[in-house]
Nanobody
């Protein structure tokens, strides 16, 4: 069973960048489909980015495509979400998730979740 801890959130001005980290313990991330989700107040949790167990295979939500990238460092057992050109509408709690069977865009596909990290983008 894998445990996930997110870090790197904070307050940033519109147009700025942040890099979120998701440190895993208890198992190796290379064995899991990894995903980043976000949830803004009063809204459903939504898929942001995902990384397959197949190296280099990723999926990015249309709302952040061209601005966000997901990567994993297996040596550090960590997954990253690089967020550039941030917009106020990116403000949300960002969650890291892991699944050892199929991954994808559905949050219900993922069995393991971190506690979340707040990202606030000011205009």
């Amino acid at each position: 069973q894998v445990q996930l801890v997110e870090s790197g959130g904070g307050l940033v001005q519109a147009g700025g960048s942040l890099r979120l980290s998701c440190a895993a313990s208890g198992d190796t991330v290379r064995s899991y489909f990894m995903g980043w989700f976000r949830q803004a107040p009063g809204k459903e949790r939504e898929f942001v980015a995902g990384a397959s167990v197949i190296p280099g295979v990723t999926r990015i939500a249309d709302s952040v495509k061209g601005r966000f990238t997901i990567s994993r460092d297996n040596a550090k057992n960590t997954v990253f979400l690089q967020m550039n050109s941030l917009k106020p509408e990116d403000t949300a709690v960002y969650y890291c998730a892991a699944d050892n069977s199929r991954g994808g865009v559905g949050s219900t596909n993922y069995d393991y979740w971190g506690q979340g990290t707040q990202v606030t983008v000011s205009s």
